[in-house]
């Protein structure tokens, strides 16, 4: 059996996250003064896509229990019937790890990033990714998902196995 | 012109806010272990209601001003056309005032709710609410609300003028 290989994490950038989804991030290009100017909106920070099918938006809390480092991953998921937004409670680090398609519409590499914390991502629709992964402690994210009818979560295999040995927080 | 009148803050609860909207939080009743055990979900907190009129669902970010006491408040807002859910981001007490339509469809006389910090609020659509109330500190929260066409927020005046003194955080 082949050793696993390592995953290199990279920041979670817009740039590097885009063909997966969304950061979900407050930065000053999106926001607008509300309320008298008593607060700023940080506006539509993510495409939500959950009507196919009579799907709805789903508001729910997950909470994570933090990986055990090293940590191996051999598999992902996907939800081919609608995206998932993920966003820390509270400044909270955690992993990401996604897929693209490969040529056969199985998972192809993996690509590790990090938030910083304060950003979430959304995952787009069908975007192949690995479960929540929280660092540290135990941790609260806001998830907007889809719900209604129809089978919505698909689980495959990485190409290979892959290792993340440690995260510095 | 008359005094304003006091009002008085109740902890923010199921049963107290359920002609309002949904109190989101987290407890045993709506949750269950996914991803082998190292998450749990609270599922499906809260009825998002934005798809009249070719509406969407759209995630952002509210940054509030804390409130300054005393607080006196004269008018509410609401928004015809969708729901509108606020989570803090964090452990962020805040306050929240609602009203109930009265007689002519106007806001009637108001009520104060303190959210104990991790308990977010989901006002139903065309409820009556005070704009953001945040508390102490600079304060960031998630919003899911509706974008779409259409005019989707009435500003009415109270049926008078309300105060609160202080909050003890």
């Known amino acids: 059996m082949n050793a696993p290989r390592v995953l ?65 991953m051999s598999e992902v998921e996907r939800h081919p019937l609608g995206s998932q937004a993920f966003m820390p409670m509270g400044v909270i680090p955690f992993l990401i790890v996604v897929a693209a398609d490969g040529p056969d519409g199985r998972p192809g590499e993996p690509c590790a990033f990090m938030s910083n914390g304060r950003q979430g991502v959304n995952y787009g629709r069908g975007v192949w990714h690995h479960p929540l992964l929280s660092l540290g402690t135990v941790s609260d994210f806001l998830v907007v998902d889809r719900a209604g009818p129809g089978e919505n979560c698909d689980v495959a295999a990485l190409p290979g196995r892959y290792l993340i040995e440690s995260i510095a927080l």
Chains 1, 2 share one sequence.
């Open 8 to 72: 290199e994490v990279r920041p979670l950038t817009r740039e590097g996250f885009a063909r997966f989804g969304d950061v979900i991030e407050t930065d000053a290009s999106r926001s607008f003064a509300i309320n008298d100017g008593t607060a700023m909106r940080f506006n539509d920070l993510a495409k939500i896509d959950v009507l196919m099918q009579d799907g709805r938006a789903a508001l729910s809390v997950f909470r994570g229990q933090p990986v055990r480092f090293p940590l191996q």
